[in-house]
């Protein structure tokens, strides 16, 4: 079993940026990583993936703008987040998912707001 804390979310404005941090109580070595979000009303959907050997995937609405990368002697997995708009509002969530689980942090807001 793994924890998963996230945190770094807060108030900024639009253009603005974040890092979002993700740690986990072990090793994250061979594990793809994930973050999603969730705004409020709307399903929660995934913003980037990160491979256990560091390739990247992005949802169209964050890509060139979102950059996701890890520190696995940290056990950590990072969220940039730059040129933030309104629409980014939501709750983020780090996700790892691995034989026999499927965890998640608790979350952390970010707010985009002027």
């Known amino acids: ?52 050997i560091g390739t990247t995937n992005y949802a169209d609405s964050v890509k060139g ?11 950590t997995v990072y969220l940039q987040m730059n040129s933030l708009k309104l629409e980014d509002t939501a709750v983020y969530y780090c996700n790892l998912v691995r034989y026999g689980g499927n965890y998640w942090g608790q979350g952390t807001q970010v707010t985009v707001s002027s």
């Open 65 to 75: 703008r979102f950059t996701i990368s890890r520190d696995n002697a940290e056990n």
């Open 1 to 52: 079993q793994v924890q998963l804390v996230e945190s770094g979310g807060g108030v900024v404005q639009p253009g603005g940026s974040l890092r979002l941090s993700c740690a986990a109580s072990g090793s994250i070595r061979t594990d793809a990583m994930r973050w999603h979000r969730q705004a409020p009303g709307k399903q929660r959907e995934l913003v980037a993936t990160i491979s256990s």
